[in-house]
């Protein structure tokens, strides 16, 4: 590639990598954290903890405070209170240390539509410190990583939403970053685009030990690539942990209702008075989600009412039904 490639763009002051430490546990560590926007309070008491190595994704409705909790670990954000702790450091006072470890994707991509995708790669290298056999290594790594290498010289202005996202994350992990933020990385990418995405993120975290957080609505790809899951709304954790200790708590808020006299009318009446936040009829049973201190009462009102209950029990659940059921539960709670 010729220097004329990125001569016109603008080269701040580089960010070079920062020697490395000895590794730190937990590579991210949030306590009481608040922040407010004018009237819209984005972030609640956050506390989080992240370990190295995992996959860690937060889900959450928009405005749960996910984004805004990315830009605090990057020292974008400035919080009203709490510490936050990434790699070790204060992002606020160590940004550009923080910035030389991480790897970035936010909702903007900051690509450069006016280069082609290798120039973009080149000039983001530059920045990284990396220099000559290096700099032309990392790039062709990225773009073969991602299919892209065939497509290195075209203008990316026009290219789709799912090819502009590989090619950041292919920016993203140029400088072997310790901790990669996502959000969304799997917005707008095609099914099989995706899976290769989702794969690439377990095996850095599984063999690099590189530590990954992301933000998603696509719960399949977090049941199936995540090992550390949070639950935020109205910027505070509702709940966390790994999939078997979120379904384990999933088990307990969706159970399997059996017995004579069960009509919808009853289910209908039950979830009004709040005893039931949904149900659906499967077999010759209802799956019926409830709080997650609801089962003795849902026992008693169905009793109470003249079912002649059978069967009442926990029956496995989705990542998806826990969401819904922690995030109904916190709205009634306000309500």
Not at 258 to 287: F, P, Y
Request: net charge positive; glycine share 10%.
């Amino acid at each position: 590639m010729s220097a004329a490639a990125t001569a016109k763009l603008p080269l701040p002051a580089r960010v070079v990598a920062a020697p490395r430490d000895l590794p730190v546990s937990a590579p991210i560590e949030l306590t009481g954290l608040h922040k407010r926007f004018g009237d819209v309070r984005a972030l609640d008491g956050l506390d989080l903890t992240v370990r190295r190595g995992t996959v860690c994704a937060i889900l959450g409705h928009n405005g749960a405070g996910k984004t805004t909790t990315l830009r605090t670990l990057l020292g974008l954000v400035r919080p009203d209170a709490g510490t936050v702790r990434v790699l070790g450091d204060d992002p606020l006072r160590d940004g550009r240390r923080v910035r030389a470890r991480v790897g970035v994707v936010l909702d903007r991509d900051g690509l450069y539509e006016r280069l082609s995708a290798e120039a973009n790669l080149d000039y983001h290298a530059r920045l990284h410190g990396l220099t000559g056999r290096r700099r032309r290594a990392a790039v062709e790594a990225g773009l073969r990583r991602f299919g892209l290498w065939q497509r290195r010289r075209e203008r990316i202005a026009g290219w789709s939403t799912g090819q502009r996202k590989q090619l950041a994350l292919a920016r993203a992990l140029l400088h072997e970053p310790e901790l990669l933020l996502l959000d969304e990385p799997f917005a707008g990418l095609d099914p099989v685009a995706a899976t290769e995405v989702r794969a690439l993120l377990a095996g850095l975290a599984r063999d690099g030990d590189r530590t990954v957080v992301l933000t998603t609505h696509d719960l399949a790809h977090v049941e199936r690539a995540c090992d550390h899951v949070v639950v935020a709304e109205r910027g505070r954790v509702l709940a966390q942990g790994s999939l078997g200790e979120l379904r384990a708590q999933a088990d307990e808020l969706t159970v399997l209702v059996r017995g004579a006299g069960l009509t919808d009318a009853l289910l209908d009446r039950l979830r009004d008075d709040g005893v039931v936040l949904d149900h659906v009829r499967i077999d010759d049973g209802v799956r019926v989600r409830c709080p997650a201190t609801g089962r003795p009462r849902l026992a008693a009102a169905l009793v109470g009412a003249g079912v002649a209950l059978e069967e009442l029990r926990p029956c496995g659940a989705s990542l998806e039904d826990l969401f819904l059921a922690l995030v109904a539960g916190r709205d009634a709670e306000a309500a």
